[in-house]
């Protein structure tokens, strides 16, 4: 019989006095714990123009480093610096709305918002509810654990996995994808409400692996300092496809974001970007496999991304 435990809100006392937990981090886990009220990012000055039409983009500032909130409260990341040169690309301005991942595909089906920035997971079930760009990134899920804890439990391959309690963010394809792999009866999850908690889970004793996207999770890794991890990479037998969205039906709109994605990709921008938020090697991994699965071949332009992002 399956186990799944919930650990939907832990407190920000509780989260705080985890090792490694900065401020930023306490940021992000506010963000998280507390139902905050939306507030509204103005779009940047190089792309607002009165002339241009605006679009208001929603996204959960709690998966850094593709969305974030930084030190003045605004939203920040590989995404929005992403759709903000997209927008220039195209001649459009944006709206940056920070809420909650809950109600995400509610605002945008109801029109009070236009725009769906994170890597969502394309996938059949989601393609009924919205229309998804063409993919922006092909990312990759990776289990953290403590040495220990793979040690004793005998984990040295993606496929010992289900020995482990394994937290991982509720309502996401990381939860679905493992569920897919070896079948919910097989898993014991902690369904948690960040992939940074399901990081501090594994910190905090409260789970024994936490699960996600590879980019977000070595984010957080790094952050804390001291703390050495164990990483297991999950086996895809096909590329994780990750794309925006709009509102379903909205064909005319997610075509304008294609052409966005494509230019930003062949001219260099998306590769600065990435190496600007995930690091020199993971991003130039990820502007690789995008490139890769686009059929663009520009690697003349990885040495010039580097120079701009350092």
């Given at each position: 019989m399956n186990k799944i435990i919930p650990i939907l809100s832990l407190s920000a006392f509780t989260l705080f006095s985890i090792a490694g937990c900065d401020n930023k981090q306490q940021q992000e886990t506010e963000t998280v714990v507390q139902n905050t009220e939306a507030q509204s990012v103005e779009s940047s000055s190089d792309t607002a123009n009165p002339d241009w039409p605006t679009y208001v983009v929603a996204t959960d500032p709690s998966n850094a480093p593709f969305e974030l909130r930084n030190e003045q409260g605004t939203v920040d990341g590989f995404d929005v610096d992403l759709i903000k040169a997209i927008a220039k690309a195209e001649q459009f301005n944006v709206d940056v709305i920070p809420q909650p991942w809950s109600g995400v595909f509610q605002s945008l089906d109801s029109g009070e918002r236009d725009i769906l920035i994170a890597p969502l997971t394309i996938n059949a079930e989601r393609d009924e509810l919205v229309d998804f760009?063409?993919?922006?990134?092909?990312?990759?899920?990776?289990?953290?654990?403590?040495?220990e804890t793979a040690a004793k439990l005998g984990i040295?391959?993606?496929?010992?996995?289900?020995?482990?309690q394994i937290a991982a963010k509720k309502a996401t394809t990381n939860i679905s994808s493992l569920v897919d792999d070896f079948g919910e009866a097989n898993l014991n999850l902690v369904p948690v409400d960040s992939q940074y908690l399901a990081l501090t889970a594994v910190t905090s004793g409260q789970a024994q692996a936490g699960f996600g996207d590879t980019a977000v999770l070595q984010h957080h890794a790094r952050e804390m300092n001291g703390?050495?991890?164990?990483?297991?990479?999950?086996?895809?037998?096909?590329?994780?496809?990750?794309?925006?969205?709009?509102?379903?039906?909205?064909?005319?709109?997610?075509?304008?974001?294609?052409?966005?994605i494509k230019t930003v990709v062949a001219d260099g921008t998306y590769r600065q970007l990435a190496i600007k938020w995930f690091g020199e090697?993971?991003?130039?991994?990820?502007?690789?496999?995008?490139?890769?699965?686009?059929?663009?071949?520009?690697?003349?332009?990885?040495?010039?991304?580097?120079?701009?992002?350092?």
């Amino acid at each position: 019989m399956n186990k799944i435990i919930p650990i939907l809100s832990l407190s920000a006392f509780t989260l705080f006095s985890i090792a490694g937990c900065d401020n930023k981090q306490q940021q992000e886990t506010e963000t998280v714990v507390q139902n905050t009220e939306a507030q509204s990012v103005e779009s940047s000055s190089d792309t607002a123009n009165p002339d241009w039409p605006t679009y208001v983009v929603a996204t959960d500032p709690s998966n850094a480093p593709f969305e974030l909130r930084n030190e003045q409260g605004t939203v920040d990341g590989f995404d929005v610096d992403l759709i903000k040169a997209i927008a220039k690309a195209e001649q459009f301005n944006v709206d940056v709305i920070p809420q909650p991942w809950s109600g995400v595909f509610q605002s945008l089906d109801s029109g009070e918002r236009d725009i769906l920035i994170a890597p969502l997971t394309i996938n059949a079930e989601r393609d009924e509810l919205v229309d998804f760009t063409i993919p922006y990134i092909y990312p990759t899920r990776t289990a953290y654990l403590l040495p220990e804890t793979a040690a004793k439990l005998g984990i040295n391959t993606y496929q010992d996995l289900p020995k482990a309690q394994i937290a991982a963010k509720k309502a996401t394809t990381n939860i679905s994808s493992l569920v897919d792999d070896f079948g919910e009866a097989n898993l014991n999850l902690v369904p948690v409400d960040s992939q940074y908690l399901a990081l501090t889970a594994v910190t905090s004793g409260q789970a024994q692996a936490g699960f996600g996207d590879t980019a977000v999770l070595q984010h957080h890794a790094r952050e804390m300092n001291g703390v050495d991890f164990v990483t297991i990479e999950q086996t895809l037998n096909e590329p994780v496809k990750a794309g925006f969205a709009v509102q379903n039906g909205n064909t005319e709109l997610a075509e304008l974001l294609n052409k966005g994605i494509k230019t930003v990709v062949a001219d260099g921008t998306y590769r600065q970007l990435a190496i600007k938020w995930f690091g020199e090697e993971l991003g130039n991994q990820i502007a690789d496999r995008t490139q890769k699965y686009m059929g663009l071949n520009n690697s003349s332009q990885q040495s010039n991304a580097q120079e701009v992002a350092s």
